[in-house]
């Protein structure tokens, strides 16, 4: 896998500085100061994840989920959510709007890293199926269960 390209939406400067400091050991970092900045950065670019504070002005996080999901070119990149809300609800609605998975501030990172790591590879093995499924020709995969735009072999 090349190096993954990600997306760090945060209003704060200090985290955002943080966030993209611990991922730029395995990825190429953006930054995008709020949600508008970011449907800029997303138009012009193409990122394998992003990860997204709840609480920004413009277009707050939950609003840059359902705008994502809603469009074609991104409904399926993986979309890491944090903040610092104590309000479950918030996470829920996070989730409700099309969010991968929610992280509360402050991040442990071990964790927060070891699930980015694992969203980006499942996201690069699901995007190759169709092309193992031509390369093996294996009629069993002439069905597949709907996992966004790509196929999970069910037989």
């Known amino acids: 896998m090349n190096q993954p390209v990600i997306l760090v939406v945060d209003d704060d400067y200090v985290a955002r500085s943080i966030t993209s400091s611990k991922l730029k050991s395995f990825a190429d970092v953006d930054v995008a100061v709020d949600g508008l900045d970011a449907m800029e950065r997303v138009s012009a670019r193409n990122y394998d994840a992003l990860v997204v504070d709840l609480g920004m002005p413009m277009i707050d996080g939950i609003d840059l989920v359902r705008?994502?999901?809603?469009?074609?070119?991104?409904?399926?990149?993986?979309?890491?959510?944090?903040?610092?809300?104590?309000?479950?609800?918030?996470?829920?609605?996070a989730m409700a709007n099309g969010a991968t998975c929610t992280f509360a501030k402050p991040l442990r990172w071990t964790e927060f890293t070891q699930q980015l790591r694992h969203l980006l590879v499942?996201?690069?093995?699901?995007?190759?199926?169709?092309?193992?499924?031509?390369?093996?020709?294996?009629?069993?995969?002439?069905?597949?269960?709907?996992?966004?735009?790509?196929?999970?072999?069910?037989?």
């Open 122 to 155: 499942r996201t690069e093995a699901v995007a190759e199926l169709p092309k193992w499924a031509a390369a093996t020709n294996r009629p069993q995969m002439k069905s597949v269960v709907k996992f966004g735009s790509k196929g999970i072999p069910t037989g």
């Open 67 to 93: 705008i994502l999901r809603s469009r074609s070119s991104t409904k399926n990149i993986p979309i890491v959510v944090v903040s610092a809300s104590e309000d479950p609800a918030h996470f829920k609605g």
